[in-house]
């Protein structure tokens, strides 16, 4: 799938579906803090619909639980192709606070890894950290995810010693 070809084609209006996985619903309101008249997200074309078999994007909090993954993968096999996904919250870009508890798996990583085993191909992923994390870095992160505008800072590995 040529993926520059379309996001061309929904650049100017795309619509998203919500999916929690487990949060505790802070990066949820700050999502639809994003969609209040306040930030206004409509106004790049951004439009909350409640199937993601419309959607374009999934916005994806919380970390994955156990007992979410059966309903996170069949909502994103569900999705069409390109499948985009914005990761929101600290939460969904590592686990947050539950990155190693047994309930949880960890973040998106580890769901896209699930997604791979399965036959599930994610498009594109961008993660936006913070707890919770800001409007203004939902609307950053759409537009980075569309290539609408270019991304500020890379990433860096660091390494952990041991002991």
């Given at each position: 799938?040529?993926i520059a ?8 209006s ?12 802070a990066?949820?309101i700050?999502v ?9 997200v409509?106004?790049f074309?951004v ?12 916005i994806?909090?919380?970390p994955?639980?156990?007992?979410s ?11 069409p192709?390109?499948?985009l996904?914005?990761a929101?919250g600290?939460c969904?870009v590592?686990g947050?606070?539950?990155w190693?508890?047994?309930s949880?798996?960890?973040g ?13 191909e ?7 950290p913070?707890c919770?994390?800001?409007p203004?870095?939902?609307i950053?992160?759409t ?11 890379r990433?860096?590995?660091v ?5």
């Amino acid at each position: 799938m040529n993926i520059a070809r379309a996001l061309r084609a929904v650049r100017k209006s795309i619509w998203v579906f919500h999916l929690n996985s487990g949060s505790c619903n802070a990066c949820d309101i700050e999502v639809l803090d994003a969609l209040t008249p306040y930030f206004d997200v409509e106004r790049f074309g951004v439009k909350l619909v409640a199937s993601p078999r419309h959607a374009d994007v999934i916005i994806f909090t919380g970390p994955v639980t156990r007992e979410s993954l059966p309903k996170v993968v069949r909502a994103i096999k569900a999705m069409p192709r390109p499948r985009l996904i914005l990761a929101l919250g600290s939460c969904a870009v590592g686990g947050g606070i539950w990155w190693d508890t047994y309930s949880t798996l960890g973040g998106f990583k580890k769901l896209e890894e699930i997604l791979r085993e399965s036959g599930v191909e994610v498009d594109r992923v961008v993660y936006v950290p913070g707890c919770p994390v800001r409007p203004e870095a939902i609307i950053y992160g759409t537009l980075l995810l569309l290539g609408a505008v270019e991304q500020k800072v890379r990433s860096s590995e660091v390494a952990v010693p041991e002991g």
